[in-house]
């Protein structure tokens, strides 16, 4: 059963007081990188999930809520050295308009942690069921659209706070973008003409 922010409130952190708090969430965030590095080293979801990643023509990122910053973040590491990666963010680009426009060699990568959001998963069934391929990353094997997805990513959220912790999501992203970055054939010369647009642009200031 998933819990909510208020939820988690009244069981982890109300009456408690900072220095207890404080101490509280970083056991348990050492406990949780501690088991979120045994997965990563004993599976090979990630690198399933790279190499899909890598062969796709388009890759689509969705995410709704907090899961959006993890899809924002996955997006900016990728299009660092590949292109063809697109933020189904609802502004720039609708969902609609990627469900309109499925083509063979495209990939959805959807982001659904605790408590699922409807529309991730009405989109990425939706996208399943048109053909697309569907890579997901979540927080439980019980979660929707682990029975559509052909990759999935399964790491933990647990937490001793009020919001469920990033720290586990933002290890597999890194892992995932790295991964895939690095079995890209252009995304050397990619990076590299990234960097020296920067620099035309003065985009970066050195530090003081």
Do not use: C
């Amino acid at each position: 059963m998933t819990t909510s922010p208020a939820e988690r409130f009244d069981r982890n952190v109300q009456r408690r007081s900072a220095q207890v708090l404080k101490q509280r969430v970083l056991d348990q965030q050492r406990v949780a990188f501690d088991k979120a590095l045994a997965w990563a080293a004993e599976h090979d979801a990630i690198e399933q999930a790279a190499a899909r990643m890598v062969s796709a023509r388009r890759r689509y990122l969705l995410g709704n809520g907090k899961s959006l910053a993890y899809a924002s973040m996955l997006g900016a590491d990728l299009s660092a050295g590949l292109s063809g990666v697109h933020l189904v963010d609802g502004a720039n680009l609708r969902p609609l308009d990627v469900l309109g426009d499925i083509r063979q060699g495209d990939l959805l990568v959807a982001i659904l942690m605790s408590r699922y959001r409807r529309d991730t998963v009405a989109v990425a069934e939706a996208y399943v069921a048109r053909g697309g391929d569907l890579v997901l990353i979540t927080d439980s094997e019980d979660a929707p659209l682990t029975a559509a997805a052909s990759t999935r990513i399964v790491i933990g959220t647990e937490t001793a706070s009020y919001a469920s912790s990033p720290t586990s999501v933002v290890l597999a992203l890194h892992l995932l973008a790295t991964l895939t970055i690095a079995s890209s054939k252009g995304a050397g010369r990619r990076l590299h003409e990234r960097d020296a647009l920067a620099a035309e642009l003065g985009l970066y200031m050195e530090p003081s």
